[in-house]
């Protein structure tokens, strides 16, 4: 059986705040086309590692490779062309107050040389309708938006330029349960037709067996175990076991099980 394409190989990486130390030799390969969950405690580092894959945070060492481009290797040039290839949704879209939906959607698309202010204005209505926002949410402001729905505009701009890699801090984070079984089931359909590689950053139980292929856990400053849900059951960690086998970890899988055996 062949080995799985490596979308994101992380080796050796340490960052750190002056002398505290939030990585430490940390260890990643995430896969083409799946649907990461990244977990951990408070404090572990789970939107500082999502950060500094984007380059928001800057590495103390170690190695991060991104879609074949080593970053720290990359020239200028490089690093745009590879930056046009993933796109980021930061809790509560992060979206610019000034501007509407289709505006801010319309931002990522301002870098593309020579593309016509109509094209551009065609290609945010649809990616705001492939978020689930209907017709009348593209020109209204951040303000005037509930938490779910801007959480929809910023997936319509980080989907702005076609990426293949999505990256997704807290993405559930605020929503009702129903809202946030919605995105849930939105992210999944997303990554299957469109073969979206999607890192999620989430302390949602229901996301994590909703949308996601493997798992990740953040814990003594490394990635601690990679694998599936059914794998982080059998793990022997005292927080990986208090977090897959407690109460709303045991809700969560029982959901899930009922939403299986309603679709089949």
Known sequence: MAEPEIAIRIRGLCTRFGTHSVHEGLELDVRRGEILGVVGGSGTGKSVLLRTIVGLQQPAEGEITVLDTTLSTASDAERRALERRWGVMFQDGALFSALTVRENVEVPLLGVPGLPAATRRALADLKIA????????????????????????????????????????????????????????????????????????????????????????????????????????????????????????????????????DKA
């Open 130 to 261: 492939m978020a689930g926002l209907k017709p009348v949410a593209r020109d209204k402001f951040p303000s005037e938006l509930s938490g779910g729905m801007r959480k929809r505009a910023g997936l319509a701009r980080a989907l702005a330029l076609d990426p293949d890699i999505v990256f997704l801090d807290e993405p559930t984070a605020g929503l009702d349960p129903i809202g946030a079984a919605d995105f849930d089931t939105l992210i999944r359909q997303l990554s299957r037709s469109l073969g979206l590689t999607v890192f999620l950053v989430t302390h949602d139980l229901d996301t994590l067996h909703a949308t996601c292929d493997r798992v990740a856990v953040l814990a003594e400053r490394q990635v601690l175990v990679t694998g599936t849900m059914a794998q982080m059951l059998e793990v022997e960690h005292p927080w990986v076991r208090d977090y897959f086998h407690g109460p709303r970890a045991r809700a969560a899988q029982a959901d899930a099980a009922a939403h299986a055996t």
